[in-house]
């Protein structure tokens, strides 16, 4: 069983900046891929970044060249640097992550509860 847990969203204003941070627990061996989606209201839950952990980073469309995604393995965290808010990027967003609970176990995705991002015009 692996606990994620988002923080860091909030209200800001058009052209700010937030950085959200993401904790995995429980039974983690190893945690892979780690990535970030959003989900607007009305809208398809979309990738916003991704990181492999030998820190390779792949970015979707929404935020490529406004958002960087990092990560510390020793603290089993992953994080979302998201700079020029605009209004559209306003969503719930969420940390994915697939882990290994041990050595030679299969890896299964986790899913955490969401963090709010609301950027005002």
């Known amino acids: 069983q692996v606990q994620l847990v988002e923080s860091g969203g909030g209200l800001v204003q058009a052209g700010g900046s937030l950085r959200l941070s993401c904790a995995a627990s429980?039974?983690?061996?190893?945690?892979?891929?780690m990535n970030w989606y959003r989900q607007a209201p009305g809208k398809e839950r979309e990738l916003v970044a991704g990181i492999t952990n030998d820190g390779r980073t792949n970015y979707g469309d929404s935020m490529k060249g406004r958002s960087t995604i990092s990560r510390d393995n020793a603290k089993n965290m992953v994080y979302l640097q998201m700079n020029s808010l605009k209004p559209e990027d306003t969503a719930v967003y969420y940390c994915y992550v697939v882990v290994q609970s041990s050595r030679g176990s299969v890896p299964f995705a986790s899913w955490g509860q969401g963090t709010q991002v609301t950027v005002s015009s």
């Open positions: 429980g039974s983690i061996f190893r945690l892979n891929l």
